[in-house]
Nanobody, 120 residues
């Protein structure tokens, strides 16, 4: 069974930085795209950043220039470096991975989420 575990969330003041990590474990054959999404209370889940297997990246306009997504394929891990954090970045952040396992075709898997709170 595939499991995604996020870490690195917490409370930070505006202007500060956090680095989120998400490790994928299980009977992994390959991982295609990976990404980070976030959801604030009363709002839809929104894309933050994605990264392909060959490290092409895409960012939401609201985080361009401040956040950087990266991945380590040898470790099956995706990262999100968040700089110059703003109160509007406050949300639960979820990682996503498109995984092919030894028994199942490509499928989206999600982590449980990690809370990021930015105080003013």
């Amino acid at each position: 069974q595939v499991q995604l575990v996020e870490s690195g969330g917490g409370l930070v003041q505006a202007g500060g930085s956090l680095r989120l990590s998400c490790g994928v474990s299980g009977s992994i054959f390959s991982i295609k795209d990976m990404g980070w999404y976030r959801q604030a209370p009363g709002k839809r889940r929104e894309l933050v950043a994605t990264i392909t297997s060959d490290s092409n990246t895409n960012y939401a306009d609201s985080v361009k220039g401040r956040f950087t997504i990266s991945r380590d394929n040898a470790k099956n891990t995706v990262y999100l470096q968040m700089n110059s954090l703003k109160p509007e970045d406050t949300a639960v952040y979820y990682c996503n991975a498109e995984v092919t396992t030894t028994w199942q075709r490509l499928y989206d898997y999600w982590g449980q989420g990690t809370q990021v709170t930015v105080s003013s």
